[in-house]
Every structure is written in C-alpha cells, then in structure tokens.
C-alpha cells in the first residue's frame, strides 16, 4: 500500500547518487539513484526494515531512524521537517477551503504606496488577488492567468519569460509540496490534479518531492520592453488575512534592473479595465478570483 511516507522516501532516494554517500557506482546499475539496501546500510537499518517504510507496512518510525534516514538522503532542514510530518498520524483533510480571498482596505493602500517596489497579495494557491502598477507593467501578457503556478506551466510564453525555466519550476513546485504538507485542502488538491492532468513537466518535478520552504535565489526573466531582469523577492504574511502574503520583488542597487524598473515605472502598461478602485496613492490593478489578474512575474 503506497502512503505519502513512502513515495517521499522512494523519490528522494532516487535523487541521491552512490557518489554523493561515498558508495561506489557502476555502469550496470539499473536503479536510479540509491538501492534500498544502500539507504539501509547509510541509516544503520535493517533492509527489511526499511522496505517495510517504503511500501507503507511500518509508518511511525522512531526520531533516531527519521534522523538517520534524513543524513543518509541527505536532506536539507526543509525536507527533514517534511519527512518528519509524515511519519506523524494523518490529520483530517480540509473539504471546504478558508475564505482567503477578502484583502484589508489598508493592505492594499500599503502596497499602492510601495511605487518603486513591484508588489502583489497572494494567497496559499498561487492566487494572485491584489497588484500594484510596477508589478502589473513586469507581468505584461501573463496576466491571462491569475495563478503562479498555472502561469510557469501552462502559458505558452513562459520558457520565453523565465530565462531559467526549470530552475524556477523547481523551486515553486517544491514550494507548493511544502504549502501541501501532509494533508492537502480541497483547493490545492484541485491545483495539483488539474496540473497533474494538463502538464507532463508538472508530473515530472512533483514526482521528485522536493520541497522548499523559503527561496534565497533571485527569478531572472525576460521582458519585452526592457530585457532580461534580475529580481530578489521576499513575502511577508499579513496578520489581518491568514493565509496571505505580500509578495515583494526589488532589484540590486545601480543594476541594469533598477535601471529597467525605472523605465517601466513611467510607462502605463496596464489595460483598460485592469484599474479596479484606488484606496489612495497611486492607482491599483486590483482583482477578484475568477477575474482576469496581473499574474506571475
């Protein structure tokens, strides 16, 4: 019987190499990555034993073994807290998903005030629900969809706007394997089936189980306008809407970016239709979901 313990332990056990654990390899090895006795002998476990996880037999393995099997994957902080949640009972699922989509008046004057600093309200989906006009001019085209991850995945642009596709790929799915945890409310599995069915790369790197909880790297992108941007972003969850984040994107300071900001700061870029009431200070491309957003940058 497969469990979510076991189908982590079994990918990510493909993904390390014998080189990578000081095992030799070979030319004939038919199994990718790592065999199950070869994570066994690393975690001082009995191959039994440690099959038994893999096919959902044993579930609740101990701290020691959750450790050793982490060393021996050689898992980061984000996927030891991973593994270590699924080895915890399950949690019921949530059928009705939260209201998550009702922004605090004030937010959105916060981010309308933020005119150098492209800014966006996201929620645990992807969903974006609230954009100010930097982020809208960055977007450009991609605001035919209003979720990040439907965006990387399905619009047809999308390997032409990410300099580095797969890198970016990565690093949202192993985001969203995280926002998933060990249960998964009815909205994100929706996302997941609905991608699964429509993207043979989103199968691919779901499959991988990686999972990623803060990302350090900056997403470079192509504009039509401006060229290639290099943006560092943070989130900062809103205390008045749980479940939602403000999303941020700046540039490094006297870069070709900031100099590119700049330039699309004085252009008005967002359609007619996009300006949806201003709460103050600059005007806003708001939505609400089912609306057209100001999607991905």
């Given at each position: ?132 006009t930097l982020w809208a001019a960055i977007t450009g ?9 439907r965006i990387l995945f399905l619009h047809p642009r ?79 969850a809103i205390d008045s809407a749980p479940g939602l ?53």
């Amino acid at each position: 019987m497969r469990t979510p313990l076991g189908d982590f332990l079994r990918a990510r056990r493909h993904a390390v190499s014998p080189g990578q654990v000081g095992l030799p390899g070979g030319a004939n090895r038919r199994t990718p990555g790592l065999r199950r006795e070869e994570v066994a002998f690393l975690a001082k476990v009995s191959t039994d034993y440690y099959t038994k996880l893999e096919q959902g037999v044993e579930r609740r393995p101990s701290d020691q073994v959750l450790d050793a099997l982490a060393q021996a994957l050689r898992l980061d902080d984000d996927a030891t807290g991973h593994l270590r949640a699924l080895a915890q009972p399950p949690t019921a699922r949530s059928e009705t998903p939260a209201r998550d989509d009702e922004i605090n008046p004030h937010v959105l004057r916060l981010m309308d005030r933020m005119q150098d600093i492209p800014a966006a309200v996201v929620n645990h989906r992807t969903d974006v629900l609230a954009c100010n006009t930097l982020w809208a001019a960055i977007t450009g085209e991609f605001g035919s969809s209003g979720n990040f991850l439907r965006i990387l995945f399905l619009h047809p642009r999308a390997r032409e706007r990410f300099v580095e596709w797969e890198v970016q790929a990565r690093a949202m799915v192993a985001h969203l394997r995280a926002a998933v945890g060990t249960t998964c409310d009815a909205s994100l599995c929706a996302l997941v089936t609905e991608l699964s069915e429509a993207s043979e790369d989103f199968r691919r790197i779901w499959d991988r189980h990686d999972v990623r909880i803060k990302r350090r790297d900056p997403v470079h992108l192509h504009h039509d306008l401006v060229g290639e941007l290099i943006l560092w972003h943070e989130s900062f969850a809103i205390d008045s809407a749980p479940g939602l984040r403000l999303w941020t994107a700046q540039a490094d300071p006297g870069s070709p970016t900031e100099t590119a900001l700049a330039i699309l700061k004085t252009l008005d870029l967002a359609r007619p239709g996009d300006r949806r009431g201003n709460t103050g200070g600059s005007p806003r491309v708001t939505v609400s979901l089912g609306l057209r957003v100001s999607g991905l940058f």
